[in-house]
Nanobody, 120 residues
């Protein structure tokens, strides 16, 4: 059973960079045909896809967040990381790391989510 766990700060000041790490256990982030993604859910709104990094290859980002987003991986630690720059209060949300097999129609494993609040 694959398990994902987010870690990072719960409070970020406006204009700062958010850095969240997802630690994966029970599976390898180098497993073929897997996408390792970040999604978020602002209060009172639906889920928003931020981007993913595939098991092999370059990351892909939501067009609306592309200019502020970086996703990277550390295969030695079996982790992948989200960086979101120039944070604003509109970025306040629960952030989830999720996995998806390329041939699956939906995300298969989810982290528990971590609340990130942007406030001075």
């Amino acid at each position: 059973q694959v398990q994902l766990q987010e870690s990072g700060p719960g409070l970020v000041k406006p204009s700062q960079t958010l850095s969240l790490t997802c630690t994966v256990s029970g599976g390898s982030i180098t497993t073929d045909y897997y996408y390792w993604s970040w999604v978020r859910q602002p209060p009172g709104k639906g889920l928003e896809w931020i981007g993913y990094i595939p098991s092999g290859g370059s990351p892909n980002y939501s067009p609306s967040l592309k200019s502020r987003t970086s996703i990277s991986r550390d295969t030695a630690k079996n982790q992948f990381t989200l960086q979101l720059r120039s944070m604003t209060p509109e970025d306040t949300a629960v952030y989830y790391c999720v996995s998806k097999w390329m041939f699956s129609p939906a995300f298969d494993y989810w982290g528990q989510g971590t609340q990130v609040t942007v406030s001075a």
